[in-house]
C-alpha cells in the first residue's frame, strides 16, 4: 500500500528530478478530457466513440450486421476523423529536437478549439442535426491527441486506452510474480478516465452536451497553458524519449 500510495504522488506532483517532468499529471488531465468526450459521443452522437477506435470498429463490425441502434455510416466518420488527426498529430511530433511540453502545448491548444468549436455547435444546433460535424470536430482532436501522447512516451498514460494499463496493474502484481511497477500510476489513470465519464455522463443525461464539452474544451486549456508555461528550453525532461 505504502508502494501504491507514493507511486500515486509522484505521478501527481512529481519531483523536480523525475524523467518525465510535468507530463504526468498533465497526461492524467487529457484522461479526464477522454472520459467526458466519450461519454459526449456515445451519449448523445449514437453509440459511437470518438476515442476508443477499439469500441468503434467493434461497433461498425456489429452495425455492419444490421444491430439495431448502431451506424456504419457514424463509426466510419468516426474513424477516419480520429486517423485524420493522429496524421496530423504525428506530422507534428515528427520533429526529431521536438521539445515535449511545446509539443503537448500546441497539440492541446489546437484540441481545445476543435473541441470549443464542437461545444458551441452542440449549443447552436440540436445534436441529432449536427452528429456528423461533431464527430469529425471530436475524432481529429482525439486522433491528434492520442498521436502526441504516443510521441511524449510517458508509460502507462496514453490518455485514450486503458487495456494495457490494467493488464499490466494486474500481470505485473506481486500476486502474479512481479514487481508491481507504478501502481499507483496505473490506478489514476483509470480513476482519471472514470472521473472524467462520470462527470461527461452526468452532464448529457442533464441534457447539456454542450456543457459537457465546454468542460473539456477547458481542460484542455488549461493543460495547454500550463504545458506552455512550463516548457523551459533546457528542461531536462524535454527531449523525446525515443
Do not use: C, E, K
Not at 477506435?53 to 457514424?74: C, E, I, K, Q, R
Request: charged share 10%; hydrophobic share 55%; glycine share 12%.
Amino acid at each position: 500500500m505504502r508502494a501504491l500510495l507514493t507511486d500515486a504522488l509522484r505521478t501527481l506532483a512529481p519531483p523536480r528530478t523525475d524523467r518525465h517532468g510535468p507530463l504526468p499529471p498533465l497526461m492524467l488531465l487529457l484522461t479526464v478530457t477522454t472520459g467526458v468526450v466519450d461519454a459526449v459521443s456515445y451519449l448523445a452522437l449514437g453509440h459511437v466513440f470518438v476515442a476508443n477506435m477499439t469500441g468503434n470498429v467493434v461497433f461498425l463490425g456489429f452495425a455492419l450486421a444490421g444491430t439495431p441502434g448502431l451506424s456504419a455510416t457514424a463509426s466510419l466518420v468516426s474513424l477516419a476523423a480520429f486517423l485524420a488527426g493522429a496524421l496530423t498529430g504525428g506530422r507534428l511530433a515528427a520533429r526529431p529536437a521536438a521539445h515535449r511540453g511545446r509539443l503537448l502545448a500546441l497539440a492541446t491548444g489546437v484540441q481545445s478549439v476543435l473541441t470549443a468549436a464542437a461545444a458551441v455547435t452542440a449549443a447552436a444546433v440540436d445534436d441529432g442535426a449536427a452528429r456528423y460535424a461533431l464527430i469529425v470536430l471530436l475524432g481529429l482532436g482525439m486522433g491528434l491527441q492520442n498521436a502526441v501522447a504516443r510521441r511524449l512516451g510517458v508509460p502507462d498514460l496514453t490518455t485514450t486506452v486503458l487495456t494495457l494499463t490494467l493488464t499490466g496493474l494486474a500481470a505485473d502484481s506481486p500476486a502474479a510474480g512481479g514487481t508491481g511497477p507504478r501502481p499507483g500510476r496505473r490506478i489514476l489513470s483509470a480513476l482519471a478516465m472514470l472521473l472524467g465519464g462520470l462527470a461527461g455522463a452526468v452532464l448529457v443525461l442533464h441534457g447539456r452536451p454542450a456543457l459537457a464539452l465546454a468542460l473539456a474544451a477547458l481542460l484542455l486549456l488549461v493543460t495547454a497553458l500550463t504545458a506552455r508555461r512550463l516548457s523551459v528550453p533546457d528542461a531536462h525532461w524535454a527531449p523525446p524519449t525515443g
